[in-house]
């Protein structure tokens, strides 16, 4: 089992910034898996950064060059800086993980983030 702890949301205003952290503990761990998801009201669940099975980072259009991944792999946790964000950007974001092995994809509990213009 994978548990994964999300902290760093919270309201900034529209061209401002926030890292969002997320702590991941558990067995059979890799952070290749991991990346940040995020629904806003009414959408669907996207992709906004993510580890490839080689370790490369991979972001959603709308992001690059705005947003940075991340990982500390002695502290099992990976990182979102988000800078320059847009109201658009205001949605609950969401740690993942997803093990290759189990072909299963474990879910964080979000943490919601607010851009005010």
């Known amino acids: 089992q994978v548990q994964l702890v999300e902290s760093g949301g919270g309201l900034v205003q529209a061209g401002g910034s926030l890292r969002l952290s997320c702590a991941a503990s558990?067995?059979?761990?890799?952070?290749?898996?991991m990346g940040w998801y995020r629904q806003a009201p009414g959408n669907q669940r996207e992709l906004v950064a993510a580890?490839?099975?080689?370790?490369?980072?991979n972001y959603a259009d709308s992001v690059k060059s705005r947003f940075t991944l991340s990982r500390d792999n002695a502290k099992n946790t990976v990182y979102l800086q988000a800078n320059s964000l847009k109201p658009e950007g205001t949605a609950v974001y969401y740690c993942?993980?997803?093990?290759?092995?189990?072909?299963?994809?474990?879910w964080g509990q979000g943490t919601r983030v607010t851009v005010s213009s």
């Open positions: 580890f490839t099975s080689r370790g490369i980072a």
């Open positions: 993942s993980y997803y093990s290759y092995s189990k072909e299963y994809r474990y």
């Open positions: 558990g067995s059979t761990f890799s952070l290749t898996g």
